[in-house]
């Protein structure tokens, strides 16, 4: 844990031995590059930052673009505590520890704490449920951020007692600003380097909107050259591999992702290759990835290669177990696997069209006989009578009514002609005729 006060005006000294992402970190709005949307006069952020009504917020956006600088400048602000916790390596201990010092705080020191909470999305519906109490009633100002779309990533209670701002990537132009100031300024390298224009036009390609990316990669190539001029040469010496990035038109996380399951779903194994290297190398957390995979495994796949589903989870525990960069491998595995296994939705189609007809209202009572008889009284209520035991006979299956009354003869899971369902769509007929009493 964290814990730093801040106070509005009064920023902390800079410790030479800090890296150059912490001390160039900014101490003012006025220092914050990037995100006009939600800074210009008037703007939600500005006025939570300039200590409007305090509201807890939810920041959603790419690596390296402000989230901690943001959060920082909100408790400063404020005259708030300031404590961060990392989902990382924090759990429901953690976080009771924490809003346990907040209240006592509050009640005896009239202080008030912002809580921030990097990568949010990695807690658990519990952990998260965890913040509720304190949210609610303002023991913490929950600043909490997340490289995930938070409607997905976070649990709706949260999201509902939050302001969600999204951030968007820096420019090419913002990256350049901050290389100019970490170069200039006497908590940077203070003047001591030069950087020739392409050394610079390589450290904005290889930030891919990530201040954080671009200052690291600066200091590597400070700390290689010495004193006077940094060039590309430095540049591409101290970098060893480039940061890719994804499109950044579009929604950076999303659309690789989409374009990974759509090429699996296509079966071009090589396309899915080429997304999976890039969500890899561009640093997207590989349990996100092994999540989708097994999603997939169903959604597009299902009985038509019931393994696939088996090499998808054994692949999130993989990457669970051995990590990164091993985990590679596993991923690579399972995606070769879904990529050339046959197609099939019949498994979503079935469990959706299922869950229509009950949004519906298509429920019905539970026939007599499917009643659960262990209890006292079953028996004088005609629960649990005349139901037929399937292994009493040698097929194992019987005709008896199974479904509500209004539900007999709806059919929802129709199987595909594609790999191991088609032996399933033969059996599922002949069993639907046994058990419905059409036996031919």
């Not at 050394?199 to 990669?217: I, Q």
Request: aromatic content about 4%.
């Amino acid at each position: 844990m964290d814990e730093s006060p801040a106070v509005a005006g009064e920023p902390g000294p800079v410790d030479p031995m800090d890296p150059l992402a912490v001390r160039m970190r900014p101490r003012t709005l006025d220092e914050v590059v990037g995100q006009d949307h939600l800074l210009k006069p008037g703007a939600p952020l500005r006025r939570l930052v300039e200590g409007a009504t305090p509201a807890s917020v939810v920041l959603f956006g790419p690596p390296g673009t402000g989230k901690t600088t943001l959060a920082s400048l909100m408790a400063g602000a404020t005259g708030r505590r300031f404590v961060a916790l990392s989902a990382l390596n924090s759990g429901v201990k953690e976080l009771r520890a924490v809003i346990a010092e907040a209240r006592r705080r509050r009640s005896h020191a009239a202080e008030n704490t912002v809580l921030f909470i990097d990568e949010v999305h990695r807690f658990s519906k519990t952990q998260q449920d965890a913040l509720l109490g304190a949210v609610e009633d303002r023991t913490v100002l929950l600043v909490a951020a997340t490289t995930e779309n938070p409607s997905f990533s976070v649990v709706a209670p949260l999201l509902s007692r939050s302001l969600v701002l999204q951030l968007r990537p820096l420019t090419d132009d913002d990256i350049r600003l901050v290389l100019h100031r970490a170069l200039t300024d006497e908590r940077g390298l203070a003047g001591k380097f030069e950087l020739t224009e392409e050394a610079a036009d390589h450290l904005v390609r290889l930030s891919g909107g990530d201040a954080r990316r671009a200052l690291t990669a600066l200091e590597a190539a400070a700390d290689a050259a010495g004193e006077g001029t940094i060039d590309l040469a430095t540049v591409e010496a101290t970098v060893d591999r480039a940061a890719v990035r994804y499109d950044r038109d579009g929604d950076q996380h999303y659309d690789v992702i989409s374009a990974f399951i759509k090429s699996i779903r296509g079966s071009d194994v090589d396309a899915a290759l080429h997304y999976l290297a890039r969500m890899i190398e561009a640093g997207e957390d590989p349990r996100f990835i092994a999540r989708r995979l097994i999603v997939h495994a169903s959604e597009d796949i299902g009985m038509a290669d019931p393994t696939a589903l088996q090499t998808a989870v054994a692949a999130a525990h993989a990457v669970q177990f051995i990590g990164m960069p091993e985990g590679r491998l596993a991923l690579a595995q399972a995606t070769i696997h879904l990529a050339t296994a046959p197609k099939s939705n019949a498994v979503i189609s079935a469990i959706d069209g299922a869950l229509a007809d009950v949004r519906a209202g298509k429920v019905g009572s539970v026939p007599p006989h499917l009643r659960d008889g262990h209890y006292a009284g079953a028996e004088r209520l005609g629960h649990a009578q005349g139901y037929r035991y399937p292994h009493n006979v040698p097929e194992g299956v019987v005709e008896q009514q199974y479904p509500p009354d209004g539900l007999v003869g709806r059919d929802y899971y129709h199987p595909t002609e594609r790999g191991a369902e088609r032996p399933i769509a033969e059996r599922v007929q002949r069993l639907r005729r046994i058990v419905r009493g059409e036996r031919a």
